[in-house]
């Protein structure tokens, strides 16, 4: 914007310093152009991308651009319409005085600087004299005076409320991110202190548990065996293969004879533990059956020799 606007005060005076009546259509011609790309900014700049509704269809577009900047904070409005404020910079100080014939304008808002700026540059530029204006001229004092200066110095500031626009609002969403990072570790620790915990004991407590019920067993058990059946118990319950119905379990050379209504019973419970406490009944008893039935043969044949 400040590119174009110290760009139509150059055009301006070459035109007002134009001493050659043939040359003035041209250097008309040429401000008019430049003119219109100022037009054509300023309204993108206030409304966005519905500048072409104050300024024409014919108005230059900016993909890129959405939203204008005329109210995007209290400080751009202020320097666009807000009156009895000075638009120069250190640089260019002091302000005009109460004496001056600008003086009532140029402590206007910047809007009504560039409004009066684009009319004295648009009656140069459709002068139809073949007169040249002259440095002299009204017009030019004010696109001199006034566009070289205050309103140039106001497209500056309004270059710096934007840019700190801006900083605040990626500030805004470091402080955002921030809040989320911190909120992420909460809800980690809460993970790890309601969640992850308790379920880190409930296994180690049931670690102890089947190591309490595995040091129970006989020596001569088949413990492979008795795992793979209370894993398969666990994953299919009822299911072919496992001891819905009853079942067998190998201890040592010998083959145990696990009870239908013991193996009923492991599939019917629910809890982990049960299940376990009834394999290790079942198996404990069809193991002590075992014993017994030899016994008693191995009784029974030393009767029989005896009597022979």
Same mark, same amino acid.
């Given at each position: 914007?400040?590119?174009?606007?110290?760009?139509?005060?150059?055009?301006?005076? @070459?035109? !007002?310093?134009?001493?050659?009546?043939?040359? &003035?259509?041209? $250097?008309?011609?040429? =401000?008019?152009? %430049? #003119?219109? /790309?100022?037009?054509?900014?300023?309204?993108?700049?206030?409304?966005?991308?519905?500048?072409?509704?104050?300024?024409?269809?014919?108005?230059?577009?900016?993909?890129?651009?959405?939203?204008?900047?005329?109210?995007?904070?209290?400080?751009?409005?202020?320097?666009?319409?807000?009156?009895?404020?000075?638009?120069?910079?250190?640089?260019?100080?002091?302000?005009?005085?109460?004496?001056?014939?600008?003086?009532?304008?140029?402590?206007?808002?910047?809007?009504?600087?560039?409004?009066?700026?684009?009319?004295?540059?648009?009656?140069?530029?459709?002068?139809?004299?073949?007169?040249?204006?002259?440095?002299?001229?009204?017009?030019?004092?004010?696109?001199?005076?006034?566009?070289?200066?205050?309103?140039?110095?106001?497209?500056?500031?309004? @270059?710096? !409320?934007?840019?700190?626009?801006?900083?605040? &609002?990626?500030? $805004?969403?470091?402080? =955002?991110?921030? %809040? #989320?990072? /911190?909120?992420?570790?909460?809800?980690?620790?809460?993970?790890?202190?309601?969640?992850?915990?308790?379920?880190?004991?409930?296994?180690?407590?049931?670690?102890?548990?089947?190591?309490?019920?595995?040091?129970?067993?006989?020596?001569?058990?088949?413990?492979?065996?008795?795992?793979?059946?209370?894993?398969?118990?666990?994953?299919?319950?009822?299911?072919?293969?496992?001891?819905?119905?009853?079942?067998?379990?190998?201890?040592?050379?010998?083959?145990?004879?696990?009870?239908?209504?013991?193996?009923?019973?492991?599939?019917?419970?629910?809890?982990?533990?049960?299940?376990?406490?009834?394999?290790?009944?079942?198996?404990?008893?069809?193991?002590?059956?075992?014993?017994?039935?030899?016994?008693?043969?191995?009784?029974?044949?030393?009767?029989?020799?005896?009597?022979?």
């Amino acid at each position: 914007m400040s590119a174009r606007t110290y760009r139509t005060v150059f055009y301006s005076q @070459e035109l !007002a310093a134009e001493g050659n009546p043939a040359l &003035l259509q041209d $250097r008309r011609n040429m =401000l008019k152009a %430049v #003119l219109k /790309l100022v037009v054509d900014a300023w309204y993108t700049l206030q409304l966005g991308q519905n500048a072409y509704r104050a300024a024409g269809p014919e108005t230059e577009r900016f993909p890129l651009v959405k939203d204008g900047l005329a109210y995007a904070s209290t400080d751009l409005a202020d320097i666009f319409y807000g009156t009895g404020k000075c638009h120069r910079t250190k640089e260019n100080l002091p302000c005009l005085q109460p004496g001056s014939r600008f003086y009532q304008v140029t402590h206007t808002g910047l809007d009504s600087i560039m409004q009066q700026f684009i009319m004295s540059v648009s009656a140069m530029a459709n002068n139809k004299s073949a007169t040249p204006e002259g440095l002299e001229d009204e017009h030019f004092q004010f696109i001199y005076n006034i566009g070289s200066v205050d309103l140039l110095d106001g497209t500056i500031q309004i @270059e710096q !409320a934007h840019y700190h626009t801006i900083i605040d &609002l990626f500030h $805004r969403i470091l402080v =955002l991110h921030v %809040v #989320l990072f /911190l909120v992420l570790w909460i809800v980690f620790a809460g993970f790890l202190i309601l969640l992850l915990n308790p379920l880190l004991k409930r296994i180690s407590k049931e670690r102890r548990r089947i190591a309490e019920l595995m040091s129970q067993l006989p020596l001569e058990l088949d413990v492979e065996r008795l795992v793979a059946r209370a894993l398969g118990t666990l994953m299919v319950s009822g299911a072919p293969g496992g001891l819905g119905v009853g079942g067998s379990l190998s201890a040592g050379q010998q083959t145990l004879e696990v009870p239908g209504e013991a193996a009923e019973d492991i599939s019917g419970k629910a809890d982990a533990t049960s299940k376990w406490k009834a394999i290790i009944r079942s198996a404990s008893s069809g193991l002590n059956l075992s014993k017994s039935r030899q016994s008693f043969t191995s009784g029974a044949g030393g009767s029989v020799r005896k009597g022979g």
